[in-house]
């Protein structure tokens, strides 16, 4: 069972001009909690700048045990209520915002995985509190992060003071060539999309730089986003807290998942550091290089 509520009409495309027409959604995960309601917010902000549907997801596992068989179950209330007040808080965000709701019985990470595939970006929210409520939530989130076919945002409870009008940081050096390049162009057109400006954070020691990279390139930086304005910083092989320090308070995090093996893939202790202390929103792009298996194939494989 699975219920779908398209909670805005998204009209006749046919009328709409192409350019105005909506991409990919941008998906969140919601569950009732506090945070929760916090990726919603941010997620409609980040949905109304790309022109983009919001897809307000919520994975209930607690619906596959039914009751009387036809009946719906006594607990799909509750899980209505709970996209509802989702809803409600995107529209309050953005009332233009084309938004709908989706209840999916079963597992949240293998949920929100199915829905990534179709997205343009997930949005999740995270806590280091400790609270009973959110540790599923964090855990789902670093699941969703690790093998999401498309970028994963990462709110955290916590916001940091002074961040408006600060700049996007990129961190670059975590990954090979191309995840450097993924990571750059999407924290670049996210500052663009803000009107902010960029910080190139590289972690990459000199001797280890790989040649032929445009994200070394200033010309090549302005002739891709021009406008843009873009500075840079040296901090090679930083650990997980020197790259906090650098980079706090900032509107944006973007940084590589970095590397993993097809079906086991995780998160580092870097990664896995800076989702528990990060108070800035924390983007994690997916490697460019997959293996042999496309995003689909291997969301079934481990869902």
Request: with cysteine; aromatic share 2%.
């Amino acid at each position: 069972m699975t219920t779908t509520t398209p909670t805005a009409p998204l009209g006749d495309p046919s009328a709409t001009p192409a350019q105005d027409r909506p991409g990919p959604e941008v998906v969140v995960g919601v569950d009732g909690s506090e945070i929760g309601l916090s990726a919603v917010r941010w997620a409609s902000r980040e949905a109304a700048r790309r022109r983009a549907p919001l897809r307000i997801l919520h994975a209930a596992p607690y619906l596959k045990h039914r009751g009387t068989v036809g009946a719906a179950p006594p607990e799909l209330a509750a899980a209505r209520r709970i996209t509802a007040q989702a809803y409600t808080v995107a529209r309050h965000t953005d009332h233009e915002l084309r938004a709908s709701t989706e209840i999916v019985p079963g597992d949240p990470t293998t949920a929100l995985l199915r829905a990534a595939a179709d997205s343009q970006l997930v949005v999740l929210g995270s806590s280091a509190t400790g609270a009973a409520d959110e540790l599923v939530l964090a855990s789902v989130a670093v699941h969703v992060a690790a093998r999401s076919p498309q970028p994963v945002v990462v709110v955290p409870r916590r916001r940091p003071d002074g961040a408006d009008g600060r700049p996007t940081v990129a961190v670059l050096g975590v990954g090979d060539q191309a995840d450097d390049e993924a990571v750059a162009t999407f924290a670049a057109e996210s500052a663009q999309r803000s009107g902010v400006g960029l910080t190139v954070l590289q972690t990459r020691p000199p001797r280890r730089r790989l040649p032929g990279s445009w994200v070394d390139d200033n010309g090549e930086w302005e002739r891709r986003h021009p406008g843009l304005d873009v500075s840079r910083k040296d901090l090679p092989g930083a650990r997980a807290e020197q790259l906090l320090a650098a980079t706090c308070p900032a509107p944006l995090l973007v940084i590589s998942v970095g590397r993993g093996s097809l079906l086991h893939r995780a998160l580092d202790g870097t990664h896995l550091w800076l989702l528990r202390h990060c108070t800035s929103p924390m983007a994690l792009i997916p490697r460019v290089h997959r293996g042999e298996q496309e995003p689909r194939e291997e969301i079934i494989a481990v869902g």
